[in-house]
């Protein structure tokens, strides 16, 4: 794989699709880079990765030819230095609401003078093709991608101003954030007016600034529609999601097979 293959790709202003992995298992991330994704989201905030299991799903997610991206959780700067230095290529940071959030999330992703990420990144140079530091660093800033997402009215309000911020390659739509918080805890329905309105509000002011539209989407034909209305960075199902409706489906079929019961397969 060419060195910091995603960021070329989206920097040259490819549309990308990714997977996204919840359940913490190396295996399970490398089992979906595999099927063909061109990334995948190891998720840290909702998800059950531990700090063990990042360093072996980068490694998994980067040898089976995909590049691994991290979903640091909530406020954690630290995590996200740290998941650099293991060798992810980009990092989702949750709920950046404006622009101060997103400086410092920019400060822990990037080296002087962009920020203030401190070097020390044996992993990931090893996995860039045991790339020196003299030439990881200089390159490291434009090769590794940080997604801020945009998630609550407070970040709709401000989403110009976050996609502004140097050093933010991306604004990233959470839509099940987004519509709970704009329907005050009301409703989680991603379809809704207000929330439709939200979406296109946030890829027109990424693409003001000149940076990547990004969105989680539940499944391929959303991932489409999101593609047609300007998304580049786009994330289809996830791990749980995905298993449970295949082994819905499976059951399913034995159950109308077996004239409907679901007793005893
Ligand atoms: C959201 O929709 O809120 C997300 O964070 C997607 O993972
Ligand atoms: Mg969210």
Redesign the pocket.
């Known amino acids: 794989m060419a060195a910091f293959a995603l960021a070329g790709r989206l920097r040259a202003g490819e549309t990308v699709f990714s997977g996204w992995c919840m359940m913490g298992s190396p295996i399970v991330a490398e089992t979906i880079a595999r099927e063909g994704f061109a990334a995948v989201v190891l998720d840290a905030q909702?998800g059950l990765w531990d700090t063990a299991g990042l360093v072996a799903g980068i490694g998994a997610v980067h040898h089976a030819g995909a590049a691994a991206m991290v979903r640091v959780p909530l406020n954690d700067f630290a995590l996200v230095s740290r998941a650099l230095d293991f060798g992810a290529e980009a990092i989702i940071a949750?709920m950046i609401n404006n622009a101060a959030d997103a400086r410092q999330f920019a400060a822990a992703a990037k080296y002087p003078p962009l920020g203030e990420r401190s070097f020390g990144p044996p992993r990931a140079t090893m996995l860039q093709g045991q790339m020196p530091a003299t030439e990881y660093l200089p390159a490291a800033n434009s090769g590794t991608l940080t997604l801020a997402?945009i998630?609550t009215p407070e970040a709709l309000a401000n989403a110009e101003a976050i996609a502004a911020t140097p050093g933010i390659d991306a604004l990233f739509i959470?839509?099940?954030?987004?519509s709970t918080s704009l329907s005050a805890g009301k409703a989680q329905d991603i379809n809704a007016p207000e929330v439709d309105k939200a979406i296109d509000q946030i890829c027109a002011a990424a693409l003001k600034a000149g940076k990547i539209p990004g969105i989680?989407c539940r499944d391929a034909s959303r991932a489409l529609d999101m593609v047609k209305r300007g998304f580049r960075f786009v994330t289809v199902g996830s791990d749980f999601s995905l298993m449970r409706e295949s082994l819905a489906a499976s059951l399913k079929t034995l159950a109308v097979a077996r004239g409907g019961s679901r007793d005893a397969f």
């Open positions: 909702h949750p997402m998630e959470g839509p099940y954030d987004l989680y």
